[in-house]
């Protein structure tokens, strides 16, 4: 009898393991070498709009996992554009972790979505050569549908990164949550936090 109460207790000791360090999202790319963590993007990664300094959503993950997070967002950037610095703001940091938020300029300039995602893909090809994790953020090309969705869930596939969709659901087009048009407020990128957070911390353990 006692033996059986030992290794009913070790099962259940075991599936609390798993659910603590299993539960969750799927993490399919992890950093080989690299120290920085690095959040690269537009306008959504520099914070614009928000009137707290510690109020965008890269200031905020920086403070829930206790990382310095560098944040390479500069505003108005497009795919094409931050191709361009990449070599500067990214692979010259020694990249461990890099968060890649971009595509919507290009959308709100109808760049075409083919070259869009083939400045995405060399981005992400460049940072995996350095032997870094990608977590890469989706946006929509449009509040109606369109086809950014499928492409970025392709993208992540095809590159085997970590991914979170869709970053501005529920956030784009509530006035409550957005600051101006196009930008989140403090309570838009706390949410935005909320979604990029649970992959990070699996990236950190």
Known sequence: MKFKIIIGAIIAIAAA???IFFSGPTVVDRP???TAIIAFGDSL???YGITTIGDDFVSLLSKRTGQAI???GANGDTTASATARLEKDVLSQDPRIVIILLGGNDALRQFPVE???KNLGTMIDQIHEKGAAVILVGVKGSLFGDKYDDEFKRLAKDK???FVPNILKDIFGNPQLMTDQIHPNAD?????ADRIEPILKKLLK
């Open 17 to 19: 393991f798993a659910i």
């Open 32 to 34: 080989e070498k690299g």
């Open 45 to 47: 990664v520099t914070g």
């Open 70 to 72: 560098v944040n390479a």
């Open 115 to 117: 070259e869009t995602f």
């Open 160 to 162: 085997e990164v970590n």
């Open 188 to 192: 838009g990128h706390a949410i935005i």
